[in-house]
């Protein structure tokens, strides 16, 4: 053949084989070929040989000086006459030398044409399984090998470790070299290959009938065959290879061992090898430690089921973190930016809302104590629920405007959140709670002295004074009383929770307008008219001052225990010529008797039924202070007053008592109605 038919040939054979399968290729007359894995392949096998689960040709394996073969099962026609020539042939195979123990080696294996395919008599370790001691060199064995050596036997004349030799009836190859390939490009640079451990390797041997070049080329699976072959030799195989030959792969172990591996082969008799398809190959067996791949049988499932599961939660848990941190955010909102604060940060702040951050229950909602994780500043958090899509815009901007408001009395107001149906509103944190705590002693605390009373009288006094007259807006609180005054650490009293009501009172209309405050605070024109104004809020403070000097609540109980209003009380005391009994008897008489008898006259001035009666808080300032004196007061002047107004407005106060016993907060709209109903 020359080499213009031979590539003639090259691009006509791959059409060919297309679709050649293994089981096709025995006692095919073409003497072509192809397997990629050998699964029900029906090749001849001996020795420790096998076919792995997987298809993979495993010649030797860890067992000392044994021999495998594994051989084409029929011989083919080399010559097509006994005295012919040997015709053009030529091979390819995908091999993996493994070995279990690192750089522990033996002996290699050979491609290999013979007579025979039976090699009881042939040697292992350093023969491969070809030959053996007696028969080495001699022209009787009309041997034809290519040998893949992974250890060095002097005897034999090997160049190194790892090399591949042409054998020719004996293991001194006539030409040999170093294991590697000359790259395509980079000048035919020669690489060096690691005949062990280097993964799957391609062997392609070709002989040329005519001209008796024998050529050997190696490449790692998947490169593109070097153009220029590791190995040549010029050998007239004629002379050698009987008419009818066996091919196949032989391997032996000797002290040390290996896995000697065929993953894939193709023979084509006057025609190239067929392309064998790499993606059909089977994987080089895994040889780790044998406890290593059995964990790793065990740890591979469980840790992918891990994986999916922690996939899993992970999805879960975004989507739920999502929906958890969920705001209402709108565009009009937008210019309140600094004042408004993300759910999420408020969430981290209180611990999630957890029981254990809740500081109290009060009729707009829950107070939860948190610390801002940016600032580090102590807050509490207040959630209020609502309905109502008016109110809540003017409400918004009222709360960011009263966010501005700075006065040592008055509690600060650091901003909001909005979530559906939801209000947080973030507050300055107060150390020692609210008021009516240390007032009705319930939990075991202690009790506030006069000193300490009088000066949150002062305090509350001046915070409403700045909210009524100090700052740009007249800011009505609507809900002056102890809950709604909280002690700083340093026990100074602050005024809480303004504005707060402004978001269940809306309405602009009297007739509808639905009043809130809490009972026994509500001046009684706010009843009936339904308008807050500063002197409502005078009123409430005058309530206000009363509790905290009687040491009762609004509706408290006189000597018979009947249920009583706190200002009713008092002034019957004043009646009966003993105002200082009102005194909390808590203080067990340590009050100073000037201030107890101002606060009293002025709670009662404060609280007068009549709004035009009440003084301005910076009157009221002013008595406190003992700027100016509080002008002279007769218990007759609010009994009169009083008689007057249950007269002419119906029986205010103690009708409400008896309809409505405990304070809470509630509808006042309904109450004037049920009054008017009576
Ligand atoms: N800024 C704050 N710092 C510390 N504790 C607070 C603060 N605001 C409220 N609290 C605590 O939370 C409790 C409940 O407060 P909240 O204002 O919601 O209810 P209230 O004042 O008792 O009733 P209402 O809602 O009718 O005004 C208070 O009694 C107080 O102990
Ligand atoms: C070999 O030589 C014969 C006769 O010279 C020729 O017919 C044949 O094509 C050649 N084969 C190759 C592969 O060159
Ligand atoms: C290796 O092969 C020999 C011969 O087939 C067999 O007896 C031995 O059990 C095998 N060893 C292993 C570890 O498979
Ligand atoms: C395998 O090859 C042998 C020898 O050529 C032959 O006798 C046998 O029938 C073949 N078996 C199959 C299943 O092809
Ligand atoms: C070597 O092999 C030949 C057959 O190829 C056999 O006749 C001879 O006895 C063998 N020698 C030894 C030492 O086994
Ligand atoms: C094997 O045979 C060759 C000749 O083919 C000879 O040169 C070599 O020394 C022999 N080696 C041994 C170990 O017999
Ligand atoms: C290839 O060889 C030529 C001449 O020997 C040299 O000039 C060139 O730099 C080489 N290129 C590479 C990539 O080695
Ligand atoms: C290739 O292997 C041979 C023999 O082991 C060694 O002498 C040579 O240095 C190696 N070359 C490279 C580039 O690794
Ligand atoms: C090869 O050897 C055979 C038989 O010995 C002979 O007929 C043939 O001409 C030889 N071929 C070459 C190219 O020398």
Redesign the pocket.
């Known amino acids: 053949m020359t080499t213009t038919s031979m590539k003639l040939i090259l691009s006509v054979v791959p059409i060919l084989v297309v679709g050649f399968i293994p089981e096709l290729s025995t006692g095919n007359d073409h003497g072509q070929f192809v397997y990629a894995g050998f699964t029900n392949s029906n090749l001849t096998l001996d020795g420790a040989a096998r076919i792995t689960s997987t298809g993979v040709i495993e010649l030797t394996n860890d067992t000392a000086r044994i021999k495998g073969h594994a051989v084409y099962p029929s011989p083919l026609r080399f010559r097509l006459s006994p005295d012919g020539m040997v015709q053009s042939f030529s091979t390819s195979f995908v091999f993996g030398i493994l070995s279990s123990f690192g750089d522990i080696r033996g002996h290699g294996f050979a491609f290999f044409i013979g007579p025979s395919n039976d090699f009881t008599e042939a040697f292992p370790l350093q023969f491969l399984g070809l030959i053996n001691s007696t028969n080495n060199g001699s022209s009787i064995n009309q041997i034809f090998a290519i040998e893949l050596d992974t250890i060095l036997n002097t005897e034999f004349g090997d160049i190194n470790n790892n090399h591949v030799g042409i054998d020719i009836n004996s293991l001194n190859s006539l030409r040999s070299h170093t294991a590697g390939f000359y790259n395509n490009g980079k000048n035919g640079t020669f690489t060096n290959l690691s005949l062990i451990g280097s993964g799957p390797i391609q062997t392609w041997v070709e002989y040329d009938g005519n001209t008796t070049q024998i050529s050997v080329t190696l490449a790692p699976l998947g490169m593109e065959k070097p153009v220029r072959p590791l190995l040549s030799l010029t050998f007239n195989l004629s002379t050698v290879l009987k008419e009818q030959s066996y091919i196949g792969f032989s391997s032996s172990t000797g002290l040390s061992t290996g896995h000697h591996c065929v993953l894939g082969w193709s023979f084509g008799m006057n025609s190239p090898a067929p392309t064998i398809d790499s993606t059909k190959l089977p994987k080089l067996p895994y040889l780790g430690p044998r406890p290593a791949s059995k964990l790793l049988e065990i740890i591979l499932p469980i840790a992918s089921a891990v994986l999916v599961l922690a996939i899993g939660t992970i999805a879960v848990i975004l989507v739920r973190r999502h929906l958890r941190y969920k705001e209402v955010h709108e565009d009009w909102e937008v210019e309140y930016g600094p004042h408004r604060f993300a759910y999420k940060d408020l969430y981290f702040a209180t611990k999630g809302f957890s029981s254990k951050n809740l500081?109290?229950?009060?009729?707009?909602?829950?107070?939860y104590?948190g610390v801002l994780s940016t600032s580090k500043s102590e807050v509490?958090v207040?959630r209020v629920s609502y309905n109502s899509k008016q109110g809540i815009k003017q409400f918004v901007a009222e709360v960011v405007s009263l966010g501005h408001l700075q006065h040592k009395n008055v509690?600060k107001l650091f901003g909001y959140c909005r979530r559906k149906g939801e209000l947080l509103l973030v507050?300055?944190?107060?150390?020692n709670?609210?008021l009516?705590?240390y007032l009705y002693g319930e939990e075991r605390r202690s009790i506030l002295d006069w000193g300490q009373r009088f000066k949150i009288i002062k305090a509350i006094a001046s915070g409403l004074l700045y909210l009524h007259e100090e700052w740009d807006k007249v800011v009505i609180h609507r809900?002056v009383?102890p809950?709604?005054v909280?002690l700083d650490k340093d026990m100074n009293g602050r005024l809480?929770?303004f504005g707060?009501a402004k978001l269940y009172d809306h309405g602009t209309d009297p007739q509808t307008t639905h009043i809130v405050g809490?009972i026994g605070y509500l001046a009684p024109e706010l009843v009936h008219r339904g308008k807050a104004t500063t002197l409502t809020d005078v009123f409430a403070f005058g309530i206000f001052i009363l509790e905290v000097t009687c040491g009762r609540k609004a509706l408290t109980e006189d000597t018979h225990n009947r249920q009583v209003m706190l200002i009713d009380w008092v002034i019957q005391n004043w009646n009966k010529d003993s105002l200082l009994d009102s005194v909390d008897t808590k203080l067990q008489g340590n009050y100073d008797i000037d201030e107890a008898f101002l606060a009293l006259k002025l709670g009662l001035l404060c609280s007068h039924p009549f709004p035009d009666a009440r003084p301005k808080m910076r009157q009221v300032l002013q008595y406190l202070e003992g700027d100016v004196p509080l002008p002279e007061l007769l218990p007759a002047h609010f009994s009169f007053h009083m008689l007057a107004l249950m007269k002419n407005e119906g029986r205010f106060g103690s009708s409400i008592v008896s309809l409505y016993p405990s304070p809470t907060?509630m509808d006042v709209g309904s109450i004037s109605f049920s009054l008017d109903g009576r």
């Open positions: 500081i109290g229950v009060g009729g707009f909602g829950r107070v104590k509490a207040k509690v507050y300055e944190y107060m150390e709670g609210s009516d705590k809900d009383k809950n709604n909280l809480g929770d707060l809490t907060m």
